[in-house]
């Protein structure tokens, strides 16, 4: 990860939430079943501060399936692969 003055390079993932340029930390996986397949998983990356916003955002609309660190995601994912 690379941070210079508040500044996150291009390879850092960055959280979702609108203006936000904080490196990520998790990961909200979550699915609209109106327009995705069951297995279907999109996902928004949140920081510490806005993962519960995000969450609650997401959860509110029944859209939300799983929280999890971005490292986890990123082991399932290689794990998946």
């Known amino acids: 990860m ?3 003055n508040d500044r996150v390079s291009d390879e ?3 959280c979702s939430a609108k203006g936000c340029r904080v490196p990520a930390v998790w990961v909200l996986a979550w699915n609209n ?3 995705h397949t069951p297995e279907r998983r999109k996902t928004w990356l949140a920081c510490e501060e806005h993962r519960e916003h995000l969450s609650q ?3 509110v609309r029944g859209f939300l399936k799983d929280v999890v660190t971005l490292g986890e995601w990123s082991s399932r994912s290689a794990s998946d692969g």
């Open 57 to 59: 955002f997401l959860g």
């Open 12 to 14: 850092t993932p960055i």
């Open 33 to 35: 079943p109106k327009l």
């Open 2 to 4: 690379i941070v210079d």
